[in-house]
């Protein structure tokens, strides 16, 4: 089971530059997550999305945009890459009862030069 | 305010002794779900355990158990017995509320290390 699939593992930008972060998931899950975590800290939500066509924003959205046109997919876009962007980024997905956790990928680490 | 604290950046275990890692949390809402992640140093995210507000007993799976003290507002994890393989980074989060997007708030994390 593939389970959720982040691409790429690493990449190192230049400041200004701009690159899409994809993640998918086979799991037919409705809800998915973009997080962030930065060195010594917990995840913080950029984005979220309950379905295909319908995204919101999380705690730490600027900067950032997002896409949802199909329930397996969920990229996300970095416009103008900053210093302040270097971080890991995780993908998840979760069906949408409260009990039920969400499947993280295994991470793209950022760095922004 | 954090909505979720975990006051403790590091602990070290003894193999094969229990540990309690610490999480408080901070809501309003009466309904909200409360679950901890592993994060191993290759550094994916692995799901432990969940308690729900309204669960009457304590969640347990297997070596990890939460003790959930709902008027102190804490959400500790338990895990018996460790062993080395539990060095990781483990966080607290929370989910507010019922149904809608269950986006979740997460600590800080604390950085076990179980010595042999």
């Known amino acids: 089971n593939a389970g959720v699939t982040q691409t790429p593992k690493f990449r190192i930008l230049k400041i200004g530059q701009s690159m899409t972060l994809q993640c998918t998931q086979d799991?037919?899950?409705?809800?998915m997550y973009w997080y962030r975590q930065d060195p010594g800290m917990g995840l913080k939500l950029i984005y979220y999305s309950v379905g295909a066509g319908i995204t919101d924003k999380g705690e730490v959205p600027n900067g950032y945009n997002v896409s949802r046109s199909t329930t397996e997919d969920f990229p996300l876009r970095l416009e103008l890459a900053a210093p302040s962007q270097t971080s890991v980024y995780f993908c998840?997905?979760?069906?949408?009862?409260?009990?039920?956790?969400?499947?993280f990928g295994d991470g793209t680490r950022l760095s922004i030069l | 305010a954090q909505k979720i604290t975990q006051t403790q950046p590091g602990m070290f275990v003894q193999e094969k002794e229990a540990v309690t890692l610490d999480c408080t949390y901070d809501?309003?809402?009466?309904?909200?779900?409360l679950f901890w992640y592993k994060q191993p140093s290759s550094g994916e995210m692995i799901f432990l355990i969940y308690q729900g507000s309204y669960d009457q007993q304590n969640a347990t799976e297997g070596r990890y158990s939460l003790n959930f003290q709902k008027a102190r507002k804490s959400a500790n994890l338990v895990i018996s017995a460790s062993q080395l393989g539990d060095s990781a980074m483990y966080f607290c989060a929370m989910r507010e509320g019922e149904g809608g997007s269950e986006k979740l708030v997460f600590g800080k994390g604390t950085k076990l290390t179980v010595n042999p």
């Open positions: 998840a997905s979760s069906r949408p009862r409260g009990n039920q956790p969400q499947h």
């Open positions: 809501t309003s809402d009466p309904s909200y779900g």
């Open positions: 799991m037919n899950h409705n809800y």
